[in-house]
């Protein structure tokens, strides 16, 4: 998609009062604000990741530059607002490699093993995983919100990572959160105000 001869995200409006990416910002998105940003052969559709916040914030201002129009990084709300939104089948985490949820147990094997491969070989093209469901079980989907990678959202003490990516163990049993991934497998949404 293209505005203004830019290559720009596609969005969704979810309710009347948010408009945001329907995929994580992808890697030939990234590489036309950062033309050293690398993009091996066949991955121009994976998500773009490995990036400092610094980096996301000055690629939704660059975007913001290029289209007149007002990109944004989302805010941790909004994120965490789309993950309890979403129905639907396991996102690209180690729950979906393993073909069940690992226990903390499980999942220090596991990723041991995960750590013998690159990044690379586990992450997915946006969207290849099945969507949930949008807010209150309809309207437009949004793809990845709980996994591939994480994503850098706005907090009240400024940038920070949030939600679960490739290497990202969820347990369901634990009450907290699970840790961000290290930035190596964190990406960005985009947020368009209207």
Do not use: C
Request: net charge neutral; proline share 10%; glycine share 8%.
């Amino acid at each position: 998609m293209r505005a203004n001869g830019t290559l720009v995200p596609e969005t969704v409006t979810l309710g009347d009062t948010l408009t945001v990416g329907r995929f994580e910002v992808t890697r030939a998105q990234f590489r036309a604000y950062d033309a050293d940003f690398e993009v091996p052969s066949g991955t121009a559709e994976y998500p773009a990741h490995g990036l400092a916040a610094d980096r996301a914030q000055a690629y939704v201002d660059w975007l913001s530059e290029q289209t007149g129009r007002n990109y944004r990084l989302p805010t941790a709300a909004k994120l965490a607002a789309l993950k309890a939104a979403r129905a639907g089948p396991s996102e690209n985490t180690p729950a979906y490699w393993a073909g069940f949820t690992p226990t903390p147990d499980e999942y220090r094997r596991l990723r041991a093993r995960l750590a013998q491969h690159p990044t690379e070989a586990l992450l997915m093209p946006v969207g290849s995983r099945p969507a949930g469901h949008g807010p209150n079980g309809g309207g437009p989907l949004v793809y990845d919100v709980d996994g591939n990678v994480a994503e850098w959202a706005r907090t009240a003490d400024g940038i920070e990572a949030q939600n679960a990516s490739a290497l990202t163990l969820k347990d369901p049993k634990a009450e907290p959160a699970p840790t961000p991934p290290p930035r190596r497998v964190t990406g960005l949404r985009v947020v368009l105000d209207r």
